[in-house]
T-cell receptor, first 114, second 114 residues
Framework: TQLLEQSPQFLSIQEGENLTVYCNSSSVFSSLQWYRQEPGEGPVLLVTVVTGGEVKKLKRLTFQFGDARKDSSLHITAAQPGDTGLYLCAGAQGASGGSYIPTFGRGTSLIVHP | KAGVTQTPRYLIKTRGQQVTLSCSPISGHRSVSWYQQTPGQGLQFLFE???????NKGNFPGRFSGRQFSNSRSEMNVSTLELGDSALYLCASARLANPYNEQFFGPGTRLTVL
């Protein structure tokens, strides 16, 4: 069972379109992160959200953390071919001794056609 | 500042063999985490080392082990390889070991088990 469910799994759109990617869970997370991974490379952190209801903007990307800290969304405005990649959400769940276990969603593969 | 480096980048092994992967974190980073990425399961956390001590461990069998040296470099070992171990193995370094610190991923080692 995947603790973090991402949807959609695949997205193929034209340049200039808007899109939203979702990351949902039945568990509460102390924080959620969004990464983008390009072929042949490791994921690169885009943003970390830690407060329920938080909204963060990174140029054309808008990230939102749900009030209950169980879900998050990533909205891209006017997508460009450079936005192409695998978008991953990741959460930190508390474990014993104050440590944490990072959990990743399976990702949304985005292709933006020129 | 040099990024996270992983060696080798590609590896082909046969079932039953063992393999050792290496990760050099960003200078000054004391936390190194290892992940397995497959198309079916996505990105899964293996373990995290901080100051030469294993701090967190994911749900993987004992065939997967790791260690960290005093210079923060880390190695991961997989013994008695199985076909299902074929994956991209990523390591990530962070300055500190908590979920709010940004992780920087290396490009990964692509392991193929025949």
């Amino acid at each position: 069972t995947q603790l973090l469910e991402q949807s959609p799994q695949f997205l193929s759109i034209q340049e200039g379109e808007n899109l939203t990617v979702y990351c949902n869970s039945s568990s509460v997370f102390s924080s959620l992160q969004w990464y983008r991974q390009e072929p042949g490379e490791g994921p690169v952190l885009l943003v970390t959200v830690v407060t329920g209801g938080e909204v963060k903007k990174l140029k054309r990307l808008t990230f939102q953390f749900g009030d209950a800290r169980k879900d998050s969304s990533l909205h891209i405005t006017a997508a460009q071919p450079g936005d192409t990649g695998l978008y991953l959400c990741a959460g930190a769940q508390g474990a014993s001794g104050g440590s944490y276990i990072p959990t990743f969603g399976r990702g949304t593969s985005l292709i933006v056609h020129p | 500042k040099a990024g996270v480096t992983q060696t080798p980048r590609y590896l082909i092994k046969t079932r039953g063999q063992q393999v050792t992967l290496s990760c050099s974190p960003i200078s000054g980073h004391r936390s190194v985490s290892w992940y397995q990425q497959t198309p079916g399961q996505g990105l899964q956390f293996l373990f995290e080392y901080f100051s030469e001590t294993q701090r967190n461990k994911g749900n993987f069998p004992g065939r997967f082990s790791g260690r960290q040296f005093s210079n923060s470099r880390s190695e991961m070992n997989v013994s008695t390889l199985e076909l299902g171990d074929s994956a991209l193995y990523l390591c990530a370094s962070a300055r500190l070991a908590n979920p709010y610190n940004e992780q920087f991923f290396g490009p990964g080692t692509r392991l193929t088990v025949l």
